[in-house]
C-alpha cells in the first residue's frame, strides 16, 4: 500500500519530459518470465503518449508520456483486494480497481500482478482496453 502511494506520488511529482522516477517491483517465482516477457509486448505509444524511460531502469516498469500513465509488473496482490471483490473484465483480463485511489488498477493473472496508474486526462478504460492485450499474452501458456 505504500508503494501505491510512493508511486502515485513520485509520478505527481515527475513533470514534464525526462526520466520518471518509479520504485520498480521485485517479481519472484513464474511472475519474473511472465513480467520480462510482458516487457516485450507492451505499446510504443498509449493513448497518445509516447513510451518514456523512468528511473531507475527496469524491465518490470513502463511510463508514456510524462508518467502520467505507469505499469509495474510483479507487484504484490493488492491489500484491498477481498477474495470475494469482483473484477472488470477488459479484453480476457480481469482488473481491481482501487476503492481508495481511483487512478490505480491491477490486472490479477495467474502468473503476475500487474499494476497501472492511469492519470491525467486519460480515460481509465481506454488505457487499460490497450493494455489487457498484452498483457493476456504474458503468460507462458499464451505463447
Known amino acids: ?12 511529482l515527475a513533470g514534464c519530459g525526462g526520466t520518471v522516477r ?18 516485450t509486448l507492451l505499446p510504443r505509444s498509449l ?9 531507475p531502469e527496469s524491465p518490470y516498469v513502463a511510463v508514456w ?12 496482490r493488492p491489500v484491498r483486494m477481498a477474495p470475494t471483490d469482483t473484477l472488470q473484465e477488459i479484453g480476457g483480463v480481469g482488473w481491481f480497481a ?9 490486472a490479477v493473472t495467474d502468473t ?14 481506454e488505457v487499460l482496453t490497450d493494455l489487457s492485450e498484452p498483457i493476456a499474452k504474458m503468460s507462458p501458456q499464451a505463447r
Open 1 to 12: 500500500m505504500r508503494a501505491a502511494a510512493a508511486l502515485l506520488v513520485l509520478l505527481a
Open 22 to 39: 518509479v520504485e520498480p517491483p521485485v517479481p519472484a517465482g513464474e511472475a519474473v518470465a511472465a513480467c520480462d516477457r510482458l516487457a
Open 47 to 55: 493513448d497518445g503518449d509516447e513510451r518514456g524511460t523512468s528511473a
Open 65 to 76: 508520456g510524462s508518467g502520467v500513465i505507469a505499469l509495474r509488473c510483479g507487484v504484490p
Open 98 to 106: 482501487d476503492p481508495d485511489r481511483p487512478a490505480l488498477f491491477t
Open 112 to 125: 503476475a500482478y500487474v499494476e497501472v496508474t492511469v492519470g491525467g486526462e486519460h480515460v481509465p478504460a
